[in-house]
């Protein structure tokens, strides 16, 4: 993420190592952006090339460079061109935006950035949710990315657990939820979201892949919250996971965006 000298990302320059190590998360360089560890294979992000440094770390831990390489920051993840954009009344721009917005925020080198219609889809059917059957008291956001979900809902006054497997994410959200002022709202937390059913939240917001969306489907103590957000999935995956989610929840609004699909369901009584 953004620190110290840095406004702003332009090149992103990539080291993907076979293995993981605690020690990457707080790696003391100026041009360190920050390190994305999935199972067994950890990618460190940086500034600027920094091909001895990560050498000389690998020697130290008999660590395996699977890739090196350079990405215009644009070109990164799911498309980073970020440029102000509104979901119902707010404004959201990122953190280098020079005008008035009512969110700021760094989007990283997470998913996140604001621009992917998942994203999208699920901040404005979070705030119409909340036009219609609001306040929350408390909503969870499962698979929080950058957290923009989690800035919404503690911005709607609700209570908010953020969870993230990816420790990129955790620290992003709670540095986004700083940035707005809206840190005291919220609780991240880096885990399996398998692993904390049952949430205790009326919404929970899940912008994550199909297989993760049916096992957690296939868990009946899921299904205990009052209302569900769920994207991440494009039509031709609707018939199985409608099928999944039927005994347990009912689809009340669905909505298309540039190929990906959101449900906001409720709970069956
Ligand atoms: C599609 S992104 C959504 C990000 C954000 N909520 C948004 O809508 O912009 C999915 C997120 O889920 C996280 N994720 C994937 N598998 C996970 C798991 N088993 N438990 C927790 N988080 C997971 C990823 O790291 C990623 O940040």
Known sequence: MLRGKYTRYEKLYLYAIDGIDQEFHH??????????????????????????????????????????????YEKWGEGRQITPFKIGPFKWAPQWYEGEADFYFDPG???????????????KALYQLWQQEGPFGQVADLGCGSGLISLLAAKLGAQ??????????VELTQKNLRLNHLESKAQVQRAN????????AEVVVANLFKGLLLDLFGLPSFWQNRFYIFSGFVPSMEKELKEALKPYAQVIHREEEGGWVLYVAGRRR
């Open 27 to 72: 790696l003391d360089d100026e041009d360190f952006i920050g390190y994305w560890e999935e199972e067994d294979l950890s990618v460190l992000f940086f500034h600027r090339a920094k091909d001895d440094l990560v050498a000389r770390l690998l020697a130290k831990k008999g660590l395996k460079l699977e890739l090196a390489t350079c990405v215009p």
């Open 109 to 123: 080198v997470v998913f996140g950035s604001g621009t992917h219609p998942s994203s999208r889809l699920c901040l």
């Open 160 to 169: 908010v657990l953020a969870i993230d497997i990816n420790p990129l994410c």
């Open 193 to 200: 979201v398998l692993s904390l059913v049952p949430y205790r």
